[in-house]
């Protein structure tokens, strides 16, 4: 059975970081495709970082090239998202995702 848990969410002011961190068990994060997803009120789910094949392919969304960055640890079995220099159009909630598998989500609140 595979779970996928999100952390690292909440409330930060403009300008300032987070970093999501998504612990998955019953899938190996190191041989799956990865990535995170965010869904803000009233928008489509849409992508926002991910990472797949063998060579570590990563793509961004283009409103967070340049301050958002995803990464694995595989002796964790972790996948994270270090995001940078938030903007108020970053709220939304994040959805992890390995291989076919979503987690819960988690709720980044970019707020003054």
């Known amino acids: 059975q595979v779970h996928l848990v999100e952390s690292g969410g909440g409330l930060v002011q403009p300008g300032g970081s987070l970093t999501l961190s998504c612990l998955a068990s019953?899938?190996?994060?190191?041989?799956?495709?990865i990535g995170w997803h965010r869904q803000a009120p009233g928008k489509e789910r849409e992508m926002v970082a991910d990472?797949?094949?063998?060579?570590?392919?990563?793509s961004y969304a283009d409103s967070v090239k340049d301050r958002f960055t995803i990464s694995r640890d595989a002796d964790r079995n972790m996948v994270y998202l270090q995001m940078n220099a938030l903007k108020p159009e970053d709220t939304a909630v994040y959805y992890c995702?390995?291989?076919?598998?979503w987690g819960q989500g988690t709720q980044v609140t970019v707020s003054a």
């Open positions: 995702k390995v291989s076919d598998y």
């Open positions: 990472m797949f094949g063998f060579f570590d392919v990563r």
């Open positions: 019953g899938v190996n994060v190191s041989r799956s495709y």
